[in-house]
């Protein structure tokens, strides 16, 4: 079964630099989650997409934009890197209805370093 | 106070014991409870999923949901060494809620 696709999986970004993560949900998903999750720590939310509309939005700082287009994919856009940003970033991707719950199936991440 | 709490761990068990993972939570308006298994550098795996209270079943793994104690368990039957991940608990609201919060994740290690 087609799972949910992130990238690029590994990612070096100077300082000061711009970022830009990629993901594809699963097929027929209408809703997209980003998190971010630090070494030990849990994922921490940062925004969610319901039908390329912006439907939460958590602990993403000002310096992180996000949107989702006409084909479901979503991007994450991270400016002005800092050394903290250095994480695991997690796209996830559920099917939001009455028998569907909001169960959400998680990317493999892709890995963020600010140096 | 965290809105859900779960004991980070470790917890180092041997091969073949019950495991026994919990987490609790303070908002009585979540609906949707699941756990999750995640192997280092991985995305979380669903493992279970459980709607309001009640017990599910599937091969080894048993979720418990008390939502009179806001307390959710899973429990791993004959555990193994290939079952040594960290495990998240998670919960969200009813469908209309779009965030799902997680528990702090407790590591485990199945010895062989």
């Known amino acids: 079964a087609a799972g949910v696709i992130q990238s690029p999986r590994h990612l070096i970004k100077e300082k000061r630099e711009t970022a830009t993560l990629k993901c594809y949900p699963i097929?027929?998903?209408?809703?997209v989650y980003w998190y971010q999750q630090g070494p030990g720590q849990d994922p921490q939310f940062l925004i969610s997409?319901?039908?390329?509309?912006?439907?939460d939005k958590g602990s993403i700082p000002d310096r992180f934009s996000a949107q989702q287009f006409s084909d479901y994919h979503s991007e994450l856009n991270m400016s002005s890197l800092e050394l903290g940003d250095s994480a695991l970033y997690f796209c996830?991707?559920?099917?939001?209805?009455?028998?569907?719950?909001?169960?959400?199936?998680f990317g493999e991440g892709s890995w963020l370093t600010v140096v | 106070q965290k809105e859900v709490e779960q004991d980070p761990g470790p917890l180092s068990v041997p091969e073949g014991a019950i495991v026994s993972l919990n987490c609790t939570y303070s908002n009585s308006a979540f609906q949707y409870f699941m756990w999750y298994r995640q192997y280092s550098r991985k995305g979380p795996e669903l493992l279970m999923y459980t709607y309001s209270s009640g017990n599910k079943e599937d091969g080894r793994f048993t979720a418990q949901v008390d939502k009179s104690s806001k307390y959710i368990s899973l429990f791993i039957r004959d555990s193994q060494p290939s079952d040594s991940a960290t495990y998240l608990c998670a919960m969200s609201l009813n469908t209309g809620g779009f965030k799902t919060i997680f528990g702090a994740g407790t590591r485990l290690f199945v010895k062989a």
């Open positions: 097929p027929r998903h209408d809703t």
């Open positions: 996830a991707s559920s099917l939001l209805g009455k028998y569907s719950g909001n169960t959400i199936y």
């Open positions: 997409f319901y039908e390329k509309m912006q439907s």
